[in-house]
């Protein structure tokens, strides 16, 4: 309260008596409400379960989610649940996010398509940046570019070479249209200055399964999945999109160092909240998700997912989701996507 606030009140006490003795109590009572709002949210929360929404299926993000629900669950005080709803691109689950009560009970974990879908879907049921509170980033992970062995390319510089000797012929698949591993096609194209063929699967298995039959030349897919293929022979690793290495596949370098220096795109994963929750809340979560991170278990878990963990504070990964908006929407606008 202010100082000429705090006397007016006083003198309306010495001159209306108990009237004002009470108006003058009242403003007390706000002022010390005010001060205690925001410690008083931090010291309830939480008192009962909080629901982690992770809208896909079975992948690496529901890996991530149960990898840290058990740590998040125990800084907290209370059972992290892992609900995963699934379906179209993460839609249908981050639309239960957004309009979850705004208490701090349903959070999510988002990925790469929260900032494609704007781009490829005409009827957005929310906004990607305002109808969501980010708590922090939580780690990424890298794709790699494989080709089937018969492509007689043994590197990027020989597989750019063999690609403008045959504009339009050589081809890539991808687990649909706007996905992540489309787009990373598609900044293969631009930054190598190529012209190669996109092939949308519904699925990364019957994609898998066409580029090891050599109906399909290449593809980028997350580096874990393909070390398998790769160790046996079966595909030949061209390189790693993202700036570091895999730890997965420690020996192929990355796109930038054979040969595209500006080339980065990697799966990310970061946690939300819906717009609208208290700072408290959202400060709180911030900083036991960045505590569980920090736990040798987690680091263990993500290791084998061969995901880089990335804490941040929600400042941080709330520049961090409009950098990558305006990346993805510039990518699939190259790729002329679009998903009714």
């Known amino acids: 309260m202010k100082a000429m606030d705090l006397l007016a ?34 010291q309830a929360y939480p008192n009962k379960p909080i629901r982690l929404i992770v809208p896909f299926g079975t992948s690496v993000m529901d890996a991530v989610a149960r990898a840290l629900s058990g740590p998040l669950g125990k800084a907290l005080g209370q059972a992290v649940v892992v609900e995963n709803i699934a379906g179209a691109g993460g839609l249908t689950g981050t639309t239960q996010l957004v309009r979850a009560p705004k208490d701090g009970y349903t959070i999510a974990l988002v990925n790469n398509s929260h900032v494609i879908n704007p781009s490829i879907y005409k009827d957005m049921p929310f906004d990607v940046l305002k109808d969501i509170s980010p708590i922090g980033n939580v780690g990424h992970t890298p794709l790699i570019l494989l080709v089937n062995p018969a492509v007689p390319a043994k590197d990027l510089r020989e597989l750019i070479a063999l690609a403008k000797s045959k504009p339009g012929v050589l081809t890539y698949g991808s687990s649909g249209n706007g996905a992540i591993l489309h787009l990373a096609g598609v900044l293969l194209s631009s930054e190598a200055d190529i012209n190669i063929k996109h092939i949308p699967y519904k699925a990364a298995g019957q994609m898998f399964t066409d580029l090891i039959a050599g109906h399909i030349d290449m593809a980028l897919p997350a580096a874990l999945t393909a070390a398998a293929q790769i160790q046996s022979g079966k595909l030949r690793a061209i390189g790693v999109t993202s700036q570091e290495r895999s730890a997965a596949l420690p020996d192929v370098p990355t796109l930038a160092e054979a040969g595209l220096p ?12 819906p717009a609208g929750v208290p700072k408290p809340i959202v400060d709180r979560l911030s900083t036991e998700l960045n505590a569980a991170l920090a736990t040798p278990e987690v680091r263990a878990a993500f290791t084998k997912l061969d995901v880089t963990v990335t804490p941040s504070s929600p400042d941080a990964a709330a520049h961090f989701f409009q950098v990558e908006l305006d990346k993805h929407t510039q990518l699939v606008k190259r790729s002329g996507a679009s998903l009714q």
């Open 9 to 42: 009140v006083q003198r309306a006490g010495a001159h209306g008596g108990a009237l004002g003795r009470r108006s003058w109590l009242g403003w007390l009572v706000c002022g010390a409400m005010a001060l205690c709002t925001g410690s008083s949210f931090a």
């Open 262 to 273: 500006n080339y980065n795109i990697r799966g990310w994963i970061a946690m939300a909240a």
